[in-house]
């Protein structure tokens, strides 16, 4: 499967931005999904996963600003974020595995994941 983000931009803090990773070449519906972000010196870390039934993991920093949603019609994965915060600036990046039958702290996990996007640049400036 391939996947293309979208969605990043340049935003003031208490902004709100939504990202849209889309997926092409199979249908999404039988996919575990993620977002993870890096920042400039750092590593890629987790943000948030949903689970074919839904269910939702997130990284405690956004927790209540944060909301990852599916739509398995539109094969498209969403980040909608809000309250942003200077410390969000990152590439954010979507991925995906098709088969996952562990915890959801493996969801937290890069090495759980096969597909990953190319990224979009959220910048919120203070």
């Known amino acids: 499967v391939q996947l293309q983000a979208s969605g990043g931009g340049v935003v003031q803090a208490g902004g709100s931005l939504r990202l849209s990773c889309a997926a092409s070449?199979?249908?999404?519906?039988?996919?575990?999904l993620g977002w993870f972000r890096q920042a400039p010196g750092k590593e890629r870390q987790f943000v948030a996963a949903i689970r074919l039934n839904g269910t939702t993991y997130y990284e405690d920093s956004v927790k209540g600003r944060f909301t990852v949603s599916r739509d398995n019609a539109k094969n498209t994965v969403y980040l909608q974020m809000n309250s942003l915060k200077p410390e969000d600036t990152a590439v954010y990046y979507c991925a995906a595995r098709q088969f996952y039958s562990g915890s959801g702290y493996g969801l937290s996990l890069r090495d759980t994941y096969d597909y990953w996007g190319q990224g979009t640049q959220v910048t919120v400036s203070s």
């Open positions: 070449g199979r249908t999404f519906s039988g996919y575990f």
